[in-house]
Each structure stands twice: as structure tokens, then as C-alpha cells.
């Protein structure tokens, strides 16, 4: 017979486990029985609790590893030994939802390897429960309040958000943080009764919860007299006709005044205007421009002025002053009354406004409270009294 004859006869006896002469140990046959000590269902947190036993089929003690497996997810392998299990640790990972367990023995140089029965476990979502309480209740309108959501959960610690509502009306977000609390503050809620509640949205292992409804008390704000303030005008005494000045306005509060201030003016001038820079003063007083500006003499039907301010002066405001002054302008209105008849002769200007009138004036500078609290200010309106001079 060939060598290459010999060599396949050689393997069949081998497969057939007989070769004459020759004997061939056999594996000891094992099994594995998994039990599983937990409930067969659970909620998240809790721990799936079981061990493995492997016994052999002529009662030696057998070596190697057991593993047990979640699906075919690994949980942990470990020796062999009586009433086998895993690390405490690794029993509370289990995500909700439906799990089958099973152990698997390695086997040994003696022994052969096995898989254990399976067991089925199911996992909930933890049961949570929030509670809400206020920093201020009753609190004043206007007041911050801090709201303190505690979401606590049966056998895990609850993470994720928590919504604060007023009825049904969202009120801000937080999120929880490692001992379940969340904050959040306002200061927007209406005097009133307030219905709040803290609702947990629940995360992969948590269920969702509201809390039990507080109800808050916002309380209007008392109304308290103040103080008053001051007003001070400072800057140029006169204005040219047809032009303007810049005055300055200071608003200063006393005695604790908390309210913005609305400026306006009085006994101006005819045909002047006053206008400020900022109208309205802020709670806590500041400055502003006023600017205070006339008009010069000009045709009925138009708003162009015959001049500007300095220099030439019109006919009629001229001879509204005293003759004794009136003769240092009979030039400029001989020339200016020349003027305006060549202007009616072309059917211009036959009628002319004179503007604001050369003189000096008491102009009020009048302040008024404005704001939740002005009925109760003890001050009322401020005026201040600025003697201005109008000139040619």
C-alpha cells in the first residue's frame, strides 16, 4: 500500500475514533443549570440576582470559566465554582425592557463545554415622584421667586428636565442635577393665585411625573410715598431769532424717588418750540438736551425766514422797538421795506408773519412722576423756571 493510502485510512480511524491498538480518551460531558433569584420582573435600578452551577456526567470537579450572557451581550466571566455569579455590580445595568439570561461553561481539558437554561426577565421604568415648594408664599408682585422641583425616583436616581407651568403656561425649564433637584426664578407672576406645577419628563429608565400643584400667592405692591426730585436747567440766557439753543436738563432724585420723569415745557414764546432729547428720564434721574428754537419773520405763505438770527433785522419787528433805538436801523429796513414792495409788486409777500418776537421770556421747564407709584408721590410735578432772552 502507498504511503499516501496509508494516510487516509490513518484519518478515517481517527474520525471513527478507532484505530487498532490505540485508545482514545473521550470528553466527560457537563452541564450548567442557571437560577435566577430576582423576581421575573423588575424596575430599573434593581438588580438581576442568580448564579450557575456545572455539574459533570462522572462527578469530577470540573475547571475552566463560566460566562453569562444578557442576549448575546456579555455581562461578565468568572472561574468555575459552586453556585457561580457575577460581580453585585453588574446585576443593575439592565435597560427596561425584556432580557433573556443564559451561562455558558467553557469545559476543560476533560471536560466538555455547555449552556445553561434560559432565563427571561423583564425590566419596568422606575417610578418617580416630584414635589414643588416656593421660596416666598405669599410673595410681593414684582418679588423673585425661586421654585425647588425635587424628582425622586424608587430604586434609581431620576436625571434629565424638569418644566415649571403656571396652569398650563410654561414658565421657564431646568435641568436635575446628581441629587434630583432643579431651581428655576421669576419674577413675572401676576398679583393673584397661581396654580404650579413641576413636571418631569422621565428619561431611558425613569417615568415621567408632575408634581402635586402649589399654589402661590402674588400679592400687589404696595404703594409707598417717596421722595421727590429736582430739576436744573443750565446753558445759554438767549437765543437769536430764527435760531436755537441747547439747554441741559437734570433730573435728580431725593429721598429714595423711584420713578421715570416725563419733561415737557410751558410759556414759550410765540410761534418757538422746545424739544427734548431724551422726553422721558429714567427711575434714578439723569440729563438730557433741551433745544429751544424760534422762528424769524417770514411770508404768510411760506416758511422761509426773510433772514437768520443775527445781522439784518426784519421791517416789522424793528419797528416794534423804541424810536430812540429804531434810527440805528433805518438803513437795513429801508432796505427791507424796499424789498417787500418789490415782492408785492410780483404778488409776493403781501403778507408777512413776524415770528418769534424779540423779548425776554419765563420759560417752565415742568417735570411729571410717571409709573406704577406716581399717584402716591408726595412731590407731584417739579418746575423749573428758565428766563430766556429772544433777540435781533
Known sequence: MSSRGLQIRTVAALLLGVIPGVAFATAVSSSVVLTITSPGTIYFGQSVDGYANVTT?????????ITFYDGTQGICTIPV??????????????????HVISAVYSGDSTHAGATSNAASVTVLQNPTAVSLIS???????????????????????????????????????????SSGIA??????????????TASYAGDSGSEASVSPALTETINAAAIQPQGGFTIAVTGPA??????????????TPE????????????????????????????AGGGTTILAISTIAPHDCNSSTPYFLGTGLPF??????????KRRRFKGPLIALIALCGIGCLSGCGTCTDLGTLPGSYSVKVIGTPTGAGANALTSGAVTATVTMKVTL
Open 57 to 65: 456526567s462522572d462527578g469530577t470537579t470540573p475547571t475552566g470559566s
Open 183 to 196: 431651581t428655576f426664578s421669576t419674577a413675572s407672576l401676576s398679583a393673584g393665585s397661581h396654580s404650579l
Open 135 to 177: 421660596s416666598a408664599n405669599p410673595a410681593v408682585s414684582g418679588q423673585p421667586v425661586t421654585l425647588t422641583a425635587t424628582a425622586a425616583g424608587s430604586y434609581a436616581m431620576p436625571t434629565g428636565t424638569v418644566t415649571f407651568l403656571d396652569g398650563t403656561s410654561v414658565l421657564g425649564t431646568a435641568t436635575l442635577d
Open 315 to 324: 421791517a416789522g419787528a424793528v419797528l416794534l422797538l423804541p424810536f430812540s
Open 255 to 282: 429721598q429714595g424717588f423711584a420713578e421715570p420723569v416725563e419733561l415737557s415745557c410751558a410759556n414759550l414764546p410765540a410761534e418757538s418750540a422746545c424739544t427734548f432729547g431724551q422726553h422721558t428720564i429714567p
Open 81 to 98: 465554582t459552586p453556585s457561580a455569579s457575577c460581580p453585585a455590580s453588574t446585576g443593575t445595568d439592565f435597560a427596561v425592557g425584556s
Open 238 to 251: 438767549s437765543v437769536g431769532v430764527g435760531r436755537s439753543v441747547n439747554l441741559t436738563v437734570t433730573v
